[in-house]
């Protein structure tokens, strides 16, 4: 099964406007990734966030997180029509992998 | 409805030897995709397969790596001469279809000693 909830599960956002999803997860970690699925095509890693870290960024992506509300959330700044795909976070426990139900982001030209 | 099942769970082979790992999708599906995972890094994608084809697999390594999906049965991935750098968590997705959500098994920890 699969720990992690996402909000929302769909957006839709202007080019150029940023983006925010959510996750949400039940148990203790060692880390959380960030995943973009492009269809048919197989899962991207984004960017890894440490149980010790607070925030990260990478390019245009940035992450943050919480382990006393145990969330997460990705900010997409700056969209491009390219970015319209699903993202899903995944929390790892050192001995689970589980993954998010995923958000499903357009971003309209 | 069952989940993806992976076995098995834990593999533990000697430098030399052969992997496989087993996948059985969700009902209904015919999408797999295979990713492997190092510790503390993110999932790497391998190969995407749909029954009896290779749809992509330009993330797996060209020597020693093969996936198949047959008409019937899981999918499987072979590791062939097995070295300390495979050992690795191995994870395979199913999903219904090309633009379908990818539903993820537990994952095989492949150990090479």
């Known amino acids: 099964s699969q720990q992690g909830e996402e909000d929302p599960q769909a957006l839709s956002i202007q080019e150029g406007e940023n983006a925010t999803m959510n996750c949400s997860y039940k148990?203790?970690?060692?880390?959380l990734q960030w995943y973009r699925q492009n269809s048919g095509r197989g899962l991207v890693h984004l960017i890894l966030?440490?149980?010790?870290?607070r925030e990260k960024h990478s390019g245009r992506l940035r992450v943050t997180l919480d382990t006393s509300k145990k969330s997460s959330s990705l900010l997409i700044t700056a969209s491009r029509a390219a970015d319209t795909a699903s993202y899903f976070c995944?929390?790892?426990?050192?001995?689970?992998?589980?993954f998010g139900t995923g958000t499903s982001l357009t971003v309209i030209p | 409805n069952a989940g993806v099942m992976q076995n098995p769970r834990h593999l533990v082979r000697r430098r030399g030897q052969e992997a496989r790992l087993r996948c059985s999708p969700m009902k209904g599906h015919s999408h797999v995709y295979w990713y492997r995972q190092l510790p503390e890094e993110g999932l790497k994608f391998m190969v995407y397969l749909q029954k009896e084809n290779i749809i992509d697999e330009s993330g797996m390594p060209k020597e020693r790596f093969s996936a198949e999906f047959p008409k019937e049965g899981p999918s499987i991935l072979r590791i062939q001469q097995v070295v300390r750098g495979d050992s690795a968590a191995y994870f395979c997705?199913?999903?219904?279809?090309?633009?379908?959500?990818?539903?993820f098994g537990p994952g095989t920890r492949l150990t090479v000693l």
């Open positions: 995944a929390t790892d426990t050192g001995n689970q992998f589980y």
């Open positions: 966030i440490r149980s010790n870290e």
């Open positions: 148990t203790s970690i060692n880390n």
């Open positions: 997705a199913s999903s219904l279809s090309s633009i379908d959500t990818q539903y």
